[in-house]
T-cell receptor, first 109, second 113 residues
Framework: RKEVEQDPGPFNVPEGATVAFNCTYS??????FFWYRQDCRKEPKLLMS?????NEDGRFTAQLNRASQYISLLIRDSKLSDSATYLC??????????WGAGTKLIIKP | DGGITQSPKYLFRKEGQNVTLSCEQN?????MYWYRQDPGQGLRLIYY???????QKGDIAEGYSVSREKKESFPLTVTSAQKNPTAFYLC????????????FGPGTRLTVT
């Protein structure tokens, strides 16, 4: 079983739709959780950290379910510019980052 | 502007040659990291360094070497012992504290034939 698992996609979504990504992790001791965004052939960039109480940043909402060991990312009113690969990241026992393979999102006009 | 630079962006080498990838940061970060990314896979940690003159192996260190003689610089050498070196290599840095965001350089795409 992979340490961090994501649906590889791609998710093909019309502009303006709402899209949700899920990510499961295997290490119950993980303490920190993040979503990064990676554009094609570019470096990853932090989209948002994920807090236990859930957090929202504009059209983006992240949630954490420790009991079921998954995190989610919701994008509302999707834009063409949201097209990218979304990477789920958790920390291991040594606080090193463990990366998921990413979910590719394609927003269509 | 502060940031991380990696050079070159694209690199081509013949099999059997060692090659060194450059990574420089002016963010005054203590910790630096090297990752490898292959198509359809997540980033995998090669080496990391929490402080000057010290570094640790990551999950896939075999066939690679690093040095950290200066805070700003963390070069990665891909040796001929690395069996499958063609990949996208990403350097990152952060303050080294828990929950600290990692900032990435633009990456080097290495092709070995």
């Amino acid at each position: 079983r992979k340490e961090v698992e994501q649906d590889p996609g791609p998710f093909n979504v019309p502009e303006g739709a709402t899209v949700a990504f899920n990510c499961t992790y295997s290490n119950s001791a993980s303490q920190s959780f993040f979503w990064y965004r990676q554009d094609c052939r570019k470096e990853p960039k932090l989209l948002m950290s994920v807090y236990s109480s859930g957090n929202e940043d504009g059209r983006f909402t992240a949630q954490l379910n420790r009991a079921s060991q998954y995190i989610s990312l919701l994008i509302r009113d999707s834009k063409l510019s949201d097209s990218a690969t979304y990477l789920c990241v958790v920390t291991d026992s040594n606080y090193q980052l463990i990366w998921g393979a990413g979910t590719k999102l394609i927003i269509k006009p | 502007d502060g940031g991380i630079t990696q050079s070159p962006k694209y690199l081509f080498r013949k099999e059997g040659q060692n090659v060194t990838l450059s990574c420089e940061q002016n963010l005054n970060h203590d910790a630096m990291y090297w990752y490898r990314q292959d198509p359809g896979q997540g980033l995998r940690l090669i080496y990391y360094s929490q402080i000057v003159n010290d570094f640790q192996k990551g999950d896939i260190a075999e066939g690679y070497s690093v040095s950290r003689e200066k805070k700003e610089s963390f070069p990665l050498t891909v040796t001929s012992a690395q069996k499958n070196p063609t990949a996208f290599y990403l350097c990152a840095s952060n303050t080294g504290t828990v929950n600290s965001e990692q900032y990435f350089g633009p990456g080097t795409r290495l092709t070995v034939t």
